[in-house]
């Protein structure tokens, strides 16, 4: 199947910007995420149900692998197209 001529241009324009919608919209997702569970962390912390030491050992045991994994996508992610960055910024906005 191809794209005919006419409709071409919009390809290169339209993956990007909706890979941008998404990417948006699952980093405001997770973020609202992160944001519950840091209240929830605190707040088991200030009752003495975690120690804080426990929670940082934790942090920094799972840090590394995360970070590994953020750098990989970082070579998918089209962060450099103008499309897929104004679609970052209406996921983010509107996600």
Known sequence: ???????????????PFLMGLLV???IRRAMKLLTALAALVILLIA?????????RES??????TITSAAKDWVNV??????AFLVGLALGLWKG
């Open 24 to 26: 948006g919209a699952i």
């Open 47 to 55: 009752t003495g149900s975690l120690s804080f030491e426990s929670v």
């Open 77 to 82: 992610i089209p962060y450099s197209s103008g």
């Open 1 to 15: 199947m191809s794209v005919p001529p006419e409709l071409a241009w919009l390809v290169p324009l339209a993956l």
């Open 59 to 64: 942090a920094m045991r799972y840090l590394p």
